[in-house]
């Protein structure tokens, strides 16, 4: 019997974007996770079913085996750290950036020059505490999970950690980009103890997109 096949994804960009990936792959999802309600969608494989989940929850899914095999953004897997995974492909898909953000009228260069304490709002706590760190700029890490462009609007941080893609929220909240800390794309991740127990199918699914990313 063949052995099914979790996938986890997340919806918005990173599902819309392995889409083709997929299709790659043969596998054509059956139901619009914009429409649906489900969290387990089929495929026209009865083999591969594909759930739907958070994107910072995409690592944990694989990690914990709720997933053989998913699609994360960096960001999500420096977060999360990447244990019980491997990470066979970057998909060079959902690309932005990790960046620092203040308001127009704070001037970060001369915060940093003159070594002030600066208070940071991030989702991503780790990758900020990184790389204020080996910069030598000492931060107050305030976690957010969301809208984190408002903290400085109204005071509560000097400075944000955030993807950015157009830069069009950043303008739209009068923010200006004054560091990029990393490109960001999603990878394919995949739970160690499914690789070896479900290596044909879970290769067979690898190579697939290997070869469209190849081609692209
Ligand atoms: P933008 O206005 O195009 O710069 O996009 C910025 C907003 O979209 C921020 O709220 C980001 O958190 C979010 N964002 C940008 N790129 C991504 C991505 N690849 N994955 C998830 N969220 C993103």
């Known amino acids: 019997m063949t052995p099914q096949i979790t996938l986890a994804l997340s919806k918005g960009r990173i599902f ?10 043969g596998i054509e ?7 649906s309600r489900k969290l387990i969608l089929p495929t026209n494989r009865p083999d591969v079913r594909v759930v739907l989940v958070r994107a910072t929850d995409v690592p944990t899914y694989v990690q914990y085996g709720g997933a053989d095999i ?3 953004g960096k960001d999500s897997l420096l977060e999360h750290g990447g244990q019980g995974m491997f990470r066979p492909l970057d998909l060079q898909i959902a690309r932005c950036r990790v960046s620092v953000a203040v308001r127009a009228d704070f001037d970060y260069a ?3 020059r003159q070594g002030a304490r600066l208070k940071v709002a991030t989702k991503y706590t780790h990758i900020a505490r990184q790389f204020f760190s080996a910069k030598g700029v ?4 305030i976690k957010l999970y969301g809208s984190m462009e408002l903290a400085p609007l109204i005071g509560m941080a000097d400075a944000i ?5 157009t830069g069009n929220t950043l303008r739209a909240n009068d923010l200006v980009e004054v560091e990029q800390i990393m490109d960001i794309s999603s990878h394919l991740v995949v739970n160690q103890a499914a690789l070896k127990l479900k290596q044909a199918p879970l290769k067979r699914i ?3 997109f ?3 990313i190849a081609q692209d």
């Open 161 to 165: 950690v955030d993807l950015v893609s």
């Open 110 to 112: 001369q915060a940093v």
């Open 210 to 212: 290997a070869r469209a």
């Open 138 to 141: 000492h931060v107050d890490l």
């Open 70 to 72: 998913g699609v994360a």
């Open 206 to 208: 690898i190579d697939a």
């Open 29 to 35: 999802v059956l139901e619009d996770p914009e429409t």
């Open 16 to 25: 819309d974007e392995t889409l083709p990936l997929l299709a790659a792959a």
